[in-house]
């Protein structure tokens, strides 16, 4: 057996034993790709703006931060779109029932079931304990001042 060959490192079948992405290189995806790489070149691109700015004579500490902000968005950006890959790839299976397709149109509008209502939280309403004559007096002068500008 030769040193480093798969069957001597116990490696049975597949050397890669994860999901491969294969999804991700199908015709619907790479528009996404292809936007992300774009918005990342711009990104990297506008950072290294802001970096010539800060440089300058005129630049200031606001173009040195717009500059590694820049770059920031991009890895955002790519961590973002790696992340809703791998949603899709380990997606749960679909609500949809096979049985919802399965009924009829005729016994669906003979027993229709109405949607449900949504309930408003039962908020009880704020009960005034002690009423307070300090603030009905200074709500009485506002209303006077009001009618004294109405005149």
Do not use: K
């Not at 500059?67 to 790839?89: D, M, N, S």
């Amino acid at each position: 057996m030769e040193l480093g060959s798969r069957r001597a490192l116990g490696v049975l079948g597949g050397a890669y034993r994860g999901g491969v992405w294969r999804f991700a290189l199908s015709r619907r995806w790479w528009v996404g790709h292809v936007l992300v790489v774009t918005f990342c070149a711009v990104f990297v691109r506008l950072g290294r703006w802001q970096w010539d700015r800060a440089q300058s004579s005129t630049g200031d500490w606001q173009n040195l931060g717009y500059a590694l902000q820049w770059p920031l968005f991009a890895v955002v950006l790519v961590a973002a779109w790696a992340r809703f890959l791998w949603l899709e790839q380990y997606r749960g299976p679909e609500t949809e029932s096979p049985q919802a397709e399965t009924v009829e149109p005729e016994t669906m509008l003979s027993s229709p079931t109405p949607p449900p209502v949504p309930r408003r939280p039962a908020y009880p309403p704020i009960r005034e304990d002690d009423p307070d004559d300090e603030l009905a007096a200074y709500n009485a002068y506002l209303a006077r001042l009001a009618e004294q500008d109405r005149c």
